[in-house]
């Protein structure tokens, strides 16, 4: 789709590949460590990631290379771009927005950094809603405001089986007070202020998931929310189950998706940790 403003974000949005495609978004990965092997993270076998990351496998992310950037942004200059819009993982979390910056001073075309403050399907819906603004003919400052108005008003609700995974990669922020909790307690994650932070916690894994919706339906209200629930490696059955409850409760809900997080989510939140974005439609 061709817009006089092109929209760029990262991997860790989670954007579904077809979702990404119809808006004509580009998505640059961010990289994935594993034992030895380093590469772009889509270019790992998630089960085999899953199996590692359980057998202790070192596991760590890092950011695209700035050149990566460079030619994203080169690309989009050579396809028309008269500008690029670039949604990206918190600083707090990820360098991937400085690797952006880095890049964008080699383009000839004004390329406007964002640091979405978040990850996952906030950001995801945040490049779809900048690339909407840029489809329908909107400046460069539209789209910004655009993008600005869902990383501000989204929500992110985690749970994880264990902040084990959080702790090695050491993006667990203030949720670093949960820990040695008794394994029986499940913890609910959001994030604040660009890192991870408690949202609640529950005992056993059915309270926890339930308590997940409730946390999500509550945060909808009665306004008109687009909602992904996203998970990795976990059960099917959950996530449709998860997906049925908000269908039901969520009285204005918009776009409803199920997805699958990004491995570079993945390797922090670790197996089986299922994800609900809540984002308001302005």
Same mark, same amino acid.
């Given at each position: ?13 989670? $954007?579904?590949?077809?979702? !990404? ?5 580009? =998505?640059? *990965?961010?990289? $994935? ?9 889509? @270019?790992?076998? &998630? ?7 359980? !057998? ?6 890092? /950011?695209?290379?700035? +050149? ?5 942004? *080169? ?15 918190? +600083? @707090? ?59 501000? #008003?989204?929500?992110?609700? =985690?749970?994880?089986? #264990?902040?084990?995974?959080? &702790? ?18 499940? /913890?609910?994650?959001? =994030? ?8 609640? &916690?529950? &005992?056993?894994?059915?309270?926890? $998931? +339930? ?6 339906? *509550? ?10 629930? #996203? ?14 409850? %908000? ?16 491995? =570079? %989510? +993945? ?16």
């Amino acid at each position: 789709m061709a817009a006089s403003i092109a929209v760029i974000t990262d991997s860790s949005s989670c $954007l579904p590949e077809q979702l !990404a495609a119809r808006w004509g978004i580009g =998505v640059a *990965q961010i990289q $994935l460590h594993v034992g030895d092997h380093l590469d772009d993270e889509h @270019r790992f076998d &998630r089960a085999e990631l899953i199996e590692s990351m359980r !057998a202790g496998t070192p596991v760590s992310t890092t /950011p695209p290379d700035p +050149g990566a950037f460079f030619w994203a942004y *080169q690309d989009a200059a050579a396809r028309g771009a008269a500008a690029v819009v670039s949604i990206h993982i918190s +600083g @707090r979390m990820s360098a991937t927005v400085e690797a952006a910056r880095e890049a964008a001073q080699q383009v000839r075309i004004p390329v406007h950094i964002l640091d979405s403050g978040t990850l996952g399907m906030s950001l995801g819906f945040a490049a779809v809603s900048a690339a909407r603004t840029a489809a329908a003919g909107a400046q460069a400052d539209r789209v910004i405001a655009a993008a600005e108005q869902r990383c501000r #008003t989204s929500a992110e609700f =985690v749970y994880v089986d #264990t902040l084990e995974y959080l &702790r090695r990669g050491g993006r667990i922020g203030a949720a670093q007070s949960m820990l040695g909790t008794a394994l029986s307690i499940k /913890p609910l994650l959001t =994030v604040t202020a660009g890192e991870v932070s408690p949202a609640s &916690r529950a &005992r056993g894994t059915k309270r926890a $998931l +339930g308590k997940l919706v409730d946390l999500a339906v *509550q945060t909808a209200g009665t306004r008109r929310v687009d909602v992904a629930v #996203t998970r990795f490696g976990g059960p099917d059955e959950r996530e449709l189950e998860i997906g049925g409850a %908000i269908r039901r409760r969520v009285t204005g809900l918009g776009e409803a998706l199920l997805v699958e997080a990004s491995t =570079v %989510i +993945g390797a922090h939140v670790g197996p089986g940790a299922i994800g609900i974005t809540v984002s308001p439609v302005s």
